[in-house]
Each structure stands twice: as C-alpha cells, then as structure tokens.
C-alpha cells in the first residue's frame, strides 16, 4: 500500500524554504519544491501555485531576494536567495519549531486514561 501524501501544517513551508534556500544557495520556485519533495522522499508534494505564494510573501517581509538568471534549461527564471534578515528569522522560526514539536511529543506520550 502507498504512504499517503502529507499536508504541510501552516507555517512550516516558510521554515521549509528558508532552510532549503540557507542549505542549497539561490534556487528557482520549481527547485526549491522539487528539493523539499525530495528530502521528504516524496512524502511531502508542494503544488507551485503554493510555493509561489510562500516566496512572495518571503519577499515582502524581506526575508529572501530574487534575482533573475538563466536555468538549467536555458530558460529565464527568478532564483531566490536568503537574505541576512532571512537568516535571523531562520534561526528563530527553527527555535520555534523545536520547541512546538517537543511540546507535541510530549503530549503525544501522555497515558490515556481509560
């Protein structure tokens, strides 16, 4: 039986992007969703019309900075690149993240009364 594709949880694609964008260097829209499919092993499926929201909303907070140049085939496109605000809110949206996800562990672990 396949695994079922999973939903993003509201918030995590920004963290998602940032990470990716810190990691990889500037990547096209196209790349950055295939790159997180991929590290989910295609667990996670980010539709474009999705990720090309995410990164105009991380533009207008400042957070990454386009720039056109030339993809691997050849084609114009608009890669994005981290920008030193980005980096500030990678680390706190990480710290966030750990803390929220150990919370939820934790709850997860508690004994069902019965």
Same mark, same amino acid.
């Given at each position: 039986?396949? #695994? ?13 992007v940032l990470k990716t964008l810190e990691a990889m260097g500037p990547l096209h829209g196209y790349g950055i969703a295939r790159r997180i ?17 995410? +990164?105009?909303?991380?533009?207008? *907070? ?25 980096? *500030?809110?990678?680390?706190? #949206?990480? #710290? ?6 150990? +919370? ?11």
């Amino acid at each position: 039986m396949p #695994e079922a594709k999973s939903d993003i949880l509201q918030g995590t694609l920004d963290l998602m992007v940032l990470k990716t964008l810190e990691a990889m260097g500037p990547l096209h829209g196209y790349g950055i969703a295939r790159r997180i499919e991929q590290l989910s092993n295609d667990a996670l499926l980010i539709n474009q019309g999705t990720i090309y929201l995410c +990164l105009v909303r991380l533009m207008q *907070k400042g957070w990454i900075v386009p720039e056109w140049g030339t993809s691997e085939n050849n084609r114009r496109a608009r890669f994005y690149s981290i920008s030193k605000t980005g980096r *500030k809110q990678l680390i706190a #949206e990480t #710290e966030n993240w750990e803390r929220i996800s150990g +919370l939820i562990g934790k709850l997860l672990q508690l004994n069902t009364a019965k």
